[in-house]
């Protein structure tokens, strides 16, 4: 058979048992897998023709060695036929709605061909068939007889997983003693004289003496004596017969039933005979589909499915030996149920009602059904997810050097990772210097490959001298050096800026390294966190990743339309270190600050001191960064109006809200308005120069910068104290019966609330007051007016109260009975009873209040544990619902079968990424418009630029391409 | 059009409009140049030049796997949300159920929410008059007996007695004059509901068992408290709240209620049923159709997010969710029992959760899989056809394919 080049389509369908014997490559006999020498036995389940495992060894079947053979399929001649597990509610159904003698479908041609239809239609319409059948199922069912050939039909029992009875109703053994008591007269009822022979005659319309004949027992009342007898007695003299039907006989049963019919039933007929669902013949699975391990001490381990052939075939030959000797047919009949359940176990080893397989271990047997299923499963864990070459994992750490675009690679990694080189006259001296350096010089290479396709692997002995072969035509598998495009990735990928492409600096140590404003997309810390890199095999999808998937194209997040990247945490405190208050900086300071950055000159400066030095602000050197054409106007989360007028910061200033992550508004305008590399340069410097300005004014926070005076401490005691008093005062209006309560709630839900609200109101006075006490250079205050970490509720917990301890959004109350630990009175529904926090972080917990807190923190853990995996599965639901989604060049979004789902993308084909939510208007009309009248470009090619007509070449690399790049156009050209 | 501007003329108008911009587009630039009292024509083609490079950048590209985005956009800030079942939406008297729970839910589309609510607003007649919207609290909310007046047990005479307070009837019933009238009606509820003959002397009635005994006695109390004598079973309380009107910048009386009867509700007199909605998507389907459905599912999930500060979420991305949950035209749930589970694909279904099953039935129905989708490619190992997977790249110079530069649009 030739193996396709490309997949064009799966067709799913039952196989013919006849096809298993033309595809086998041998029966199966022997239960043996290898002799005592250690091969393997012929017309064994190791049949050399199934396969080869074993290096070295050839296929007996198709001549190639292990790893070229994907195996063969070999078979079992089974002594009797078997049901298939998987199709017995299928065969339930067939039997029942198809007639016992002719096999023909219980419908009436009009019925059938309404079902048809039906299903027909549905299929058309895409939708679910399975209702369809279900009706043609129970209304054939219906038919007592054949409508057909009229012969009588009956009911069906299925006994799980594999026995079928058939039902017959019967005259009962003891029929004459049912008719004699139900003659009786019924004690309960004095009118009641019960019935006579002659009555009963009568009452019947039977001859009295065929009455007496039945009364004593010597007339067999059938048919229809026994309705008659049934109705004048209102007596049931049937019983149940139970009539089991082996798989042949179902197996000729089905044989009989015609394609047309079966078509009715949603089974296509030139694929799938129904009978094809009794196995008569068992196909072998390939020794590649169940390899056996050697073990460290030579034994052999093999799979569980070649364990359970084993089983199959022992149990095959002990009931055809039976046979053959004319055994009593009970034994057949148990061989034959125990090859069932060992066939059944071997398709499908977790059967309610059948006991598992097992192990000798005592471990179920994982068959083929399992191999299938699940996360680990063959689909989701082989097929949808695949092991790749080319990759790497390491701890990740930070190196705010590396322009985001960048990762750092540790040597050993890159020397592992190969890139392709076509050997052209251009790259010869090149790629034979890769090659001279071998596998463990640093940009060297590991492999060869001649132009006749052969694979040469370069090593220590021969690199010298493979080098000097290395010609045009040649392939070089080099290491990765500076400048390649690699795709990096931090688990758990929840959405697509969790992989980007990173162009590779190889560097020392054993970690990758990645600039810290890359950390919000991937959301990665650095306390352990690993990190997967995948080196790009294809010259396309290099080209791919550099133009989609590089850090800078993913700057704004689809989510919300905004950057997700920009500064974060220290980055923030410096920027609003360096332009609060516009501290000044003398020359040597203000070279320092932007020292990191690529200004090389200093601007003007602000004025001069006292002392006749000049001086430049913060805000002056923070306007170095920003392209000269920018216009900005808002307010920043601190809360003072930020302005930018033609790239220079007038007042304002900068934090979060200007250049962090999540929306910073200079870094999405720089984005949006200007170009990604632009953002990019400007998120590069920011960092840098926030970092020289944090380290200039010096950052630092230690437990003195949460105290608070003592005087403020008491004030916060006396703020606690009353809301204790208003808690208490609450409490005896409650006991008193005398609370109103809120509508809809009890007067207990309404006590709760009440105190809930006073002590939150305590604890955000104690903030208050906490907070009148920091300065206004306090780092932690810093840091939470500049959005760089925390917020100014940490600060309260940590210099005020901690507040209320809350389980499922209420007090505590659980513990004791009416009480929450025993050192409170029973009932006591005071504050510090029921876990509210009066110290402070800094001041310190009671046991008591620790333990409450404890409490509050274990439910945040649970929560988190739970939502974790609920939203996890959320999300594979989501993605796999709509991942066939893609919008089309005509505007629609459609899914990969030409569905339309949407006319236009969001109903205005505005795409997510590039208008935040938030947006009404992205377009800014007057101010396009008041550009072109007043013409206020530098150049035509601006002009021509912001008219649309000439777009911005596409920036591919750090090193190189237009625009902004490292090298400042020093004539540095990429390579490749 | 360009009656409106005095200075658009024809000449302007016909530049602008050769490029292919959106109305409401086009509009803004007429305005703007109005408001600068008119440009010359190259500096209109320029203006609109520039804006259609503009509106050409912010529109969605061909080939974006907007899908996948989408469905990330939405999965991704599923990890912030609380698991916090219970918490007062917006109006502090109903519990409703929120966070990752009601996101759940919402996908699933489940056909009773876990708290189903209503918000229901009124007709202006009704809307700013606080005993006119009781009216109409009056025909919603259940009235159960217990409302109504006192029932007290008389075991040694085996009957019940109902003692019925008058200014409540008067006040639940405000378009009935007389009390007795009323009670009369109340009585024979009675009677309907358990089976029973009552007495009735003015306000108070009297029923009992037929034959005396002490479990029946007790039954019957049981059965009679939860008899509804006016309003909708399934609306258990309504609060009337006082919000501003969008529409007429005035206030009004807004009811939310626990329970949802939509229906029913929205034949309600006075109820503006054009503002009025269920978070049961199931009973909005019902009642008002798929259109309304997807819309309410957009606002409910919506309303979720903001309510745990996530409404930077943009509402494109809700809009082909419930985009496609709608677009057989009924409402189907996301995952196994729906949009997953009726893919053509075998192969999708099977990757995605009960394999064996979907393999089997593919079997017997003898199924082909053409292999369209995303997850089949990737099973089989092809490119997918989305993204730059539906992109054929050719490869090769013009020249060497014998071909001449095709000449550029613009």
Same mark, same amino acid.
């Given at each position: ?552 194209? $993913? =700057?704004? +997040?689809?989510?919300?339309? %905004?950057?997700?990247? *920009? !500064? ?6 410096? /920027? ?71 790239? $220079? =910061?007038? +007042?304002?200033?900068?934090? %979060?809200?200007?250049? *962090? !992550? ?6 999405? /305008? ?307 | ?410």
């Amino acid at each position: 058979m030739q193996t396709p080049k490309e997949i064009g389509a799966i067709q799913f369908g039952l196989m013919d048992p006849e096809t298993y014997r033309d595809m086998s490559a041998t029966k199966i006999i022997t239960a043996d897998t290898y002799d005592d020498d250690g091969y393997p036995i012929d017309m064994g389940l190791m049949d050399p023709r199934l396969g080869v495992i074993d290096p070295g060894l050839e296929c007996r079947t198709c001549g190639s060695h292990s790893g070229s053979c994907n195996g063969h399929f070999g078979h079992i001649e089974l002594a009797a036929p078997v049901i298939h597990v998987g199709f017995t509610k299928l065969i339930r159904r067939l039997l029942r709605s198809t007639c016992r003698e002719c096999g023909r479908l219980s419908l009436t041609a009009e019925e059938q061909d309404e079902f048809r239809d039906g299903l027909q239609r549905n299929e058309e319409l895409g939708e679910d068939w399975t209702d369809v059948l279900k009706s043609a199922v129970r209304q054939a069912r219906k038919a007592s007889r054949c409508p057909h050939c009229s012969a009588p039909q009956h009911d069906i029992k299925h006994e799980k997983p594999t026995t079928y009875y058939e039902v017959q109703d019967v005259l009962a053994g003891d029929y004459s003693e049912r008719i004699a008591s139900a003659m009786q007269p019924d004690p309960d009822d004095e009118d009641d004289s019960g019935m006579s022979p002659s009555e009963l005659a009568e009452e019947s319309g039977l001859d009295l003496s065929r009455v007496n004949e039945i009364l004593s027992g010597e007339f067999r009342p059938v048919g229809e004596d026994r309705k008659k007898l049934e109705k004048a007695l209102d007596a049931d003299l049937t019983e149940e017969d139970m009539n089991k039907l082996m798989p042949s006989d179902i197996r000729d049963w089905f044989e009989d039933i015609p394609d047309e019919d079966i078509e009715t039933l949603g089974i296509d007929p030139s694929r799938s005979r129904p009978e094809w669902m009794i196995l008569t013949v068992l196909p072998v699975p390939p020794v590649t589909a169940r390899p056996s391990i050697t073990l460290d001490n030579g034994q052999r381990s093999e799979d569980d499915l070649t364990h359970k052939l084993v089983d199959i075939i022992r149990i095959n030959q002990r009931f055809m030996e039976n046979r053959e000797a004319g055994a009593p047919q009970l034994i057949i009949e148990d061989l034959w149920e125990l090859l069932q359940y060992h066939v059944t176990t071997f398709v499908d080893n977790e059967i309610s009602g059948t006991p598992p397989a097992r192990h000798r271990s005592g471990r179920p047997l994982k068959t083929l059904s399992q191999r299938l299923k699940g996360k680990e499963g063959r689909f989701r864990g082989s097929l949808s997810g695949k092991r790749v070459n080319f990759s790497a994992r390491t701890v990740i750490s930070p190196d705010p050097t590396l322009s985001l675009n960048e990762v750092g690679v540790p040597e050993r990694v890159a020397r592992e990772m190969t890139q392709t080189m076509n050997v052209s006259e251009r790259n010869l001296d090149r790629a034979q210097q890769y090659v001279r350096n071998g596998p463990e010089g640093h940009p060297g290479a590991n492999y060869v490959k001649r132009p006749d396709g052969r694979r040469l692997k370069v090593t220590e002995k021969n690199c010298e001298e493979l080098a000097e072969k290395i010609g045009v035509g040649w392939e070089v598998n080099r290491h990765l050096i500076d400048g390649d495009i690699v795709i990096f990735n931090r688990q758990p990928s929840l959405h697509r800026m969790s992989i980007m492409a990173h162009e590779v600096v190889v560097m020392p140590y054993k970690t990758f390294r990645l600039n810290t404003v890359v950390c919000p997309p991937y959301n990665a810390d650095f306390d352990g966190d690993e990190m997967n890199m995948h080196a790009l095999q294809t010259e396309e999808s290099r080209a791919e990743a550099r133009v989609l998937m590089r850090v800078q194209e $993913q =700057l704004l +997040s689809p989510r919300f339309g %905004e950057n997700i990247i *920009g !500064a974060i945490q220290d980055h923030i405190s410096g /920027t609003y270190l360096l332009t609060n208050g516009n501290p000044e900086f003398t020359e040597t300071q203000a070279l320092d600050l932007l020292r990191a950055t690529s200004i090389d000159t200093l601007p003007e400066p602000a004025g001069e001191s006292d002392d006749g030095e000049p001086y430049w602000t913060g805000q002056q050197l923070f306007s170095e960064l920003l392209p000269d054409d920018l216009n900005l106007e808002f307010t920043s989360s601190a809360g003072d109006e930020v302005v930018i007028e033609n790239g $220079q =910061l007038i +007042s304002g200033t900068i934090d %979060e809200d200007a250049v *962090g !992550a999540f929306g910073g508004e200079v870094v999405d /305008t720089l984005a949006k308005v200007h170009s990604k590399t632009r953002a990019r340069v400007f998120v590069n410097e920011v960092a840098s120069l926030a970092m020289r300005a944090i380290m200039h004014f010096g950052f630092s926070i230690g437990i003195d910068d949460e105290s608070i005076p003592q005087a403020a401490n008491e004030q916060v005691d006396e703020a606690i104290a009353s809301a204790y008093d208003r808690v208490q005062e609450l409490i005896e209006i409650y006991e008193a019966g005398e609370l109103e309560s809120l509508p809809g709630r009890t007067v207990d839900e309404t006590l709760e609330m009440k105190i809930m609200q006073q002590l939150g109101k305590a604890r955000d006075s104690a903030g208050e007051i906490a907070e009148d006490h920091f300065a206004d250079d306090n780092p932690a205050v810093v840091m939470a007016r500049s959005g760089a970490r925390g917020s100014m509720l940490n600060l309260t917990q940590m210099a005020g109260c901690v507040g209320q301890q809350a389980v499922r959004g209420e007090r505590i109350n659980r513990g004791y009975e009416g009480r929450t630990l025993s050192h409170y009175q029973p009932n006591d529904l005071s504050a510090e009873a029921h876990g509210f926090v009066e110290n402070s972080y800094r001041g310190g917990l009671t046991p008591r209040e620790f333990f409450f807190h404890a409490m509050g923190g274990r439910e945040g853990l649970v929560d988190t544990a739970v939502r974790t995996s609920k939203s996890g599965y959320l999300q594979r639901r989501l993605i796999n619902a709509l991942s066939e989604l893609e919008a089309q060049y005509d505007g629609t979004v459609r899914d990969t079968s030409g569905t339309v789902v949407q006319f236009e993308f969001g109903e205005d084909g505005t795409s997510p990424v590039k208008v935040s939510s938030s947006e009404d208007n992205p377009i800014d009309v007057e101010n396009i418009a008041d550009r072109i009248i007043d013409a206020e470009f530098d150049s035509e090619a601006e002009k021509e630029e912001f008219l649309g007509r000439k777009k911005l070449p596409t920036n591919i690399s750090e090193y190189a391409g237009p625009g902004l790049d490292k090298a400042q156009n020093l004539g540095v050209e990429s390579d490749d | 059009m360009t009656e409106e501007y005095e200075y658009v003329t024809d000449d302007i108008e016909a530049i602008v409009e050769d490029y292919e911009l959106p109305e409401s587009l086009l509009h803004r630039i007429y305005e703007t140049i109005e408001a600068r009292g008119g440009v010359d024509l190259d500096q209109a083609d320029e203006i609109a030049h520039a804006i259609h490079s503009r509106y050409e950048d912010s529109r969605v590209e061909a080939h974006d796997p907007v899908g996948t985005v989408s469905a990330q956009s939405i999965g991704e800030p599923g990890t912030q949300m609380t698991m916090n079942t219970f918490h007062y939406a917006g109006v502090a008297e109903i519990d409703v159920t929120q966070g990752l729970p009601r996101l759940i839910e919402l996908v699933d589309a489940r056909k009773t929410p876990d708290t189903p609510m209503m918000t229901v607003h009124l007709e202006e007649e009704y809307a700013e008059n606080r005993e006119r919207a009781h009216e109409v609290v009056w025909q919603m909310e259940a009235t159960k007996i217990l409302a109504l007046g006192d029932i007290s047990t008389n075991v040694a005479d085996m009957i019940v007695q109902v003692d019925l307070n008058e200014d409540t009837l008067a006040e639940r019933w405000p378009t009935v004059d007389s009390v007795d009238t009323v009670a009369q009606e109340i009585a024979e509820t009675i009677e309907d509901a358990l089976g029973v003959s009552t007495r009735r002397s003015e306000t108070l009635i009297e029923f009992g068992p037929e034959e005396p005994s002490y479990r029946r006695l007790l039954q019957l109390v049981e059965e009679l408290r939860d008899i509804v004598f006016k309003g909708l079973e399934d609306i258990s309380r309504v609060v009337i709240r006082k919000e501003d009107n969008e529409q007429t910048d005035g206030e009004e009386f807004v009811l939310y209620t626990e329970g949802s009867a939509f229906g029913d509700v929205l034949s309600i007199e006075g109820v503006d049923a054009s503002r009025s909605t269920s978070n049961n998507i199931h009973e909005v389907y019902r009642n008002l159709g798929v259109e309304a459905a997807r819309e309410t599912i957009i606002n409910e999930t919506m309303e979720t997010l903001k309510e745990q500060g996530l409404d930077d979420v943009n509402i494109r991305h809700l809009m082909l969710v419930a985009d496609i949950m709608t677009n057989r035209g009924e409402i189907e749930s996301i995952g196994r029992h729906g949009i997953s589970g009726s893919k053509d694909s075998v192969l999708a279904r099977a990757a995605f959760e009960v394999t064996v099953n979907h393999l089997l039935d593919a079997a017997v129905h003898g199924e082909e899989d053409d292999l369209d989708g995303v997850i089949e490619n990737v099973i089989v190992g092809k490119p997918v056809s989305i993204g730059t997977g539906d992109v054929a790249l050719r490869m090769g110079s013009i020249e060497a394919d014998g071909g001449t530069p095709e000449p550029s649009d613009d």
